[in-house]
C-alpha cells in the first residue's frame, strides 16, 4: 500500500479536543471553520516485516508477547522483563464499530511503540 517507509498520512481530529488558546488559534489559521473535524498530516513510519521486533528487542528490557499485522503496520505487544503476563491481542475482544473513517483506524509506529514500552 505504501511506496516508502516515511510518509504522512491524513489523521481526522474533532474540534472539541483542541481547548487550548494555541491551539484554537492555529486551527483557525487553517481555515473550515463550518466543520466539526479538523485533517492535519502526520508522520507515519511503516515497518518491514521484523523491523519492530529487531528494535523492541534491542532495548535488553523487553520481551515480545506477540508481533502481529494489523491494518498496515506491524505492531509488537511487548512486556518488560520481570513483569507479569500479559494477554495477546487474539484473546482480547475488539470491537469495531466501522462509523468513523479508515484513517482514524491506522496504527501508528508510535502507538505501537508507545504500547511495546508501556505494557
Not at 505504501?2 to 483542541?18: A, H, L
Not at 471553520?33 to 521484523?50: A, D, M, P, T, W
Not at 505487544?77 to 500479559?86: Q, S
Request: aromatic letters at 10%; a negative charge; one cysteine or more.
Amino acid at each position: 500500500k505504501f511506496k516508502q517507509q516515511d510518509v504522512f498520512v491524513p489523521w481526522k481530529m474533532d474540534k472539541k479536543y483542541i481547548k487550548r488558546p494555541d491551539q484554537q488559534k492555529f486551527v483557525a489559521t487553517l481555515g473550515s471553520e463550518n466543520s466539526s473535524r479538523i485533517e492535519f498530516q502526520r508522520f507515519y513510519h511503516v515497518f518491514k516485516e521484523g523491523e519492530l521486533e529487531e528494535l523492541v528487542e534491542a532495548t535488553g528490557e523487553l520481551s515480545i508477547v506477540e508481533s502481529y499485522f494489523d491494518h498496515a503496520n506491524w505492531c509488537v505487544l511487548a512486556k518488560k522483563h520481570g513483569d507479569p503476563p500479559v494477554a495477546k491481542k487474539q484473546d482480547k475482544q475488539t470491537t469495531v464499530t466501522g462509523d468513523e473513517d479508515e484513517e482514524d483506524h491506522i496504527p501508528s509506529a508510535a502507538s505501537c511503540s508507545t504500547a511495546a514500552a508501556t505494557t
